[in-house]
């Protein structure tokens, strides 16, 4: 079993930045693509934000926050973080980290194995 557990949210202006991290425990998840989701308020989904493979070599953004998030991992600290910049209101949203064991469709959030309990993000305008 994995557990993934998410930390950096809060409420921050537009324009301002937050860090999202998600820590591992239990089997490794080294080799385990790793993603971002969101759930806006309101909405039924969580759309991929952002995942990396398990060796960190791809990496992929919705077209949403492209040029303003940045996705990294460190296998050997079992972490996953996304540094998010430029944030705007309609980035509200709780956001989760999932591990994969597939390398492909990985912006599907049906293809992950393991998911975290999600962190709030809120943009004030």
């Known amino acids: 079993q994995v557990q993934l557990v998410e930390s950096g949210g809060g409420l921050v202006q537009a324009g301002g930045s937050l860090t999202l991290s998600c820590a591992s425990s239990g089997r490794t998840v080294s080799s385990y693509a790793m993603g971002w989701f969101r759930q806006a308020p309101g909405k039924k989904e969580r759309t991929i934000v952002s995942?990396?493979?398990?060796?960190?070599?791809?990496?992929y953004y919705a077209d949403s926050v492209k040029g303003r998030f940045t996705i990294s991992r460190d296998n050997a600290k079992n972490t996953v973080s996304l540094q998010m910049n430029s944030l705007k209101p309609e980035d509200t949203a709780v956001y989760y980290c999932?591990?994969?064991?597939?390398?492909?469709?990985?912006?599907?959030?049906?293809?992950?194995?393991?998911w975290g309990q999600g962190t709030q993000v809120t943009v004030s305008s």
């Open positions: 999932a591990a994969s064991g597939r390398k492909y469709n990985l912006a599907l959030q049906g293809v992950y194995d393991y």
């Open positions: 995942f990396i493979t398990g060796d960190g070599s791809g990496t």
